[in-house]
């Protein structure tokens, strides 16, 4: 190994892929600690739908980021970001390797590659189109967004209104396509990131989420959902997983259904994260099962 470069070892995959269990493993024989960059993991509030490391798990190595905020705090990306660079230069400073964990893309990429720049727009923007939003509903905001910036349409999850609001406030904000902002030359990290992606077939990552959707409900995700209802509208609690048990605890769908529809949204989630990871070419991909010490292996040669 390369002592002289620091490495960030980011370990991606789809959600219930194992990437936890993976990342203790790592950090353990590194002796190093984990950064998680799962963008509802931080909320102290959100603990069982968010699949976050047990009691046991967070013993097994140090870990950053994790329910450090209250779901009624406004932490986003760019705050992240900042903070992130922030802890590993500072672990960097007696370690050659951080190992990072996690399926929000933004939120890996925000850190291994840095954020796009964006100008800033006027808040009355973003009121404007949270009006249209109640008023005239997501398909009009999404048609909207299709007419001002086709690429944004196709790329971003547009079912999500906070991302597709984003994009709109942008275009409008500045008369100019959001995409028109992405991929643009970014900071340099003093870093090197190797990322590791966990795959496996789709019917078993499909399964694997079925199952722990059943273990989360029987582990209370129904109570812990119920203590947060007042807070529904936030936007931290537009989860998969606490959205759909909202529908039922206000009498609007059954429970069976309810836990039908988090278990096809957290399949289609899945499948949105794979197709964010396999963007990056550089990406050394796993599966599920693959023994510790040939993934090991493959990150030692990758620092020579």
């Not at 939003?133 to 971003?156: A, M």
């Not at 019917?203 to 989420?209: G, M, S």
């Not at 582990?219 to 048990?245: C, D, I, R, S």
């Not at 289609?268 to 794979?274: C, G, I, T, V, W």
């Amino acid at each position: 190994m390369n002592t002289t470069t620091k490495y960030l070892i980011s370990i991606v995959g789809p959600t219930a892929i194992g990437k936890t269990a993976l990342s203790i493993k790592l950090a353990q024989h590194f002796n190093t600690e984990i950064i998680s960059a799962d963008s509802r993991q931080f909320f102290k509030d959100m603990q069982i739908g968010t699949a976050a490391p047990s009691v046991e798990e967070l013993a097994g190595a140090k870990h950053h980021f994790i329910h450090h905020k209250s779901i009624e705090e406004n932490y986003n990306v760019g705050a992240f970001e900042k903070d992130a660079i922030q802890c590993l230069n500072h672990l960097f400073k007696n370690r050659d390797v951080v190992i990072m964990v996690g399926g929000s893309g933004l939120y890996n990429d925000a850190v291994t590659k840095g954020l796009d720049y964006f100008p800033d727009v006027k808040v009355s923007i973003r009121e404007d189109l949270n009006k249209s939003l109640e008023t005239n509903g997501l398909e009009f905001l999404q048609n909207q967004l299709k007419t001002l910036d086709p690429t944004s349409y196709s790329t971003i999850s547009i079912d999500n209104p906070h991302r597709v609001i984003r994009a709109l406030e942008v275009c409008i904000g500045s008369g100019k396509p959001y995409s028109s902002f992405l991929n643009k030359e970014k900071n340099k990290r003093l870093f090197t990131t190797i990322t590791i992606g966990l795959t496996a077939d789709r019917a078993l990552i499909y399964n694997r989420i079925n199952k722990r959707v059943d273990i989360m409900m029987e582990e209370g995700l129904l109570e812990e959902v119920k203590t947060l209802q007042q807070y529904k509208n936030l936007n931290a609690l537009n989860t998969v997983g606490y959205k759909e048990l909202f529908q039922y605890l206000n009498g609007d769908w059954t429970l069976d259904f309810a836990i039908s529809e988090i278990k096809k949204n957290t399949r289609r989630f899945a499948k949105r994260q794979l197709t964010w990871f396999k963007r990056n070419e550089n990406t050394l991909w796993f599966d599920y099962q693959t023994n510790l010490n040939t993934i090991i292996d493959k990150l030692k040669e990758n620092m020579l």
